[in-house]
T-cell receptor, first 112, second 119 residues
């Protein structure tokens, strides 16, 4: 069984500041990990994913995430926030052939 | 380009009515998933198809929920005798065939969802 915990239902940063969205997972098998972004009234869009290999994964829109097995974490970062980054972000894990298990989401607010 | 489409985008039903939600996946995508997203929550897995075969329906909350994909393309999620707790956004996702495990280890492409409100 898999589970995902996203710390902080809301995160507020200033435009140009570092974005850090936290995700911890549990999985009974080697995990595949995903970050998705959801804009209002739209479907989820994949930002990046970790399968195997390099633990630092780069995604779209300047986001990246690092898989840390020892910490069971997959935190999402972006060096400089932009107003267009305001959205809901979901971390997800899968360990088998069933569906993705999502966290509850983090609402990212960008202050001008 | 054509992504995953869902219809209707919004559906209002009276309690006790039956509803049918449609998903058109990306052409050629083998795997299809349904998720339920309650307000303020992350999506929760309902069911998974590989072509026309329903390989996992462990997430369906009750026997009032039924999904089908008879020709391995379009899928329909049907909810019978709707209840207020069924109010949610229903998301459909599809993924292409790949050399991986298949299923949800591959990138899923999501549709915009159908927002169901049960009065």
């Amino acid at each position: 069984a898999q589970s995902v915990t996203q710390l902080g239902s809301h995160v507020s940063v200033s435009e140009g500041a570092l974005v850090l969205l936290r995700c911890n997972y549990s999985s009974s098998v080697p995990p595949y990990l995903f970050w998705y972004v959801q804009y209002p009234n739209q479907g989820l869009q994949l930002l990046l994913k970790y399968t195997t290999g390099a633990t630092l994964v780069k995604g779209i829109n300047g986001f990246e995430a690092e898989f840390k097995k020892s910490e069971t974490s997959f935190h999402l970062t972006k060096p400089s926030a932009h107003m267009s980054d305001a959205a809901e972000y979901f971390c997800a894990v899968v360990g088998g052939a069933d569906g993705l298990t999502f966290g509850k989401g983090t609402h990212l607010i960008i202050q001008p | 380009g054509a992504g995953v489409s869902q219809s209707p985008r919004y559906k209002v039903a009276k309690r006790g009515q039956d509803v049918a939600l449609r998903c058109d996946p990306i052409s050629g995508h083998v795997s299809l998933f349904w998720y339920q997203q309650a307000l303020g929550q992350g999506p929760e897995f309902l069911t998974y198809f590989q072509n026309e075969a329903q390989l996992d329906k462990s997430g369906l909350p009750s026997d009032r929920f039924f999904a089908e994909r008879p020709e391995g393309s379009v899928s329909t999620l049907k909810i019978q005798r709707t209840q207020q707790e069924d109010s949610a956004v229903y998301l459909c996702a599809s993924s292409p065939p790949s050399g991986g495990w298949g299923g949800s280890t591959d990138t899923q492409y999501f549709g915009p969802g159908t927002r169901l409100t049960v009065l």
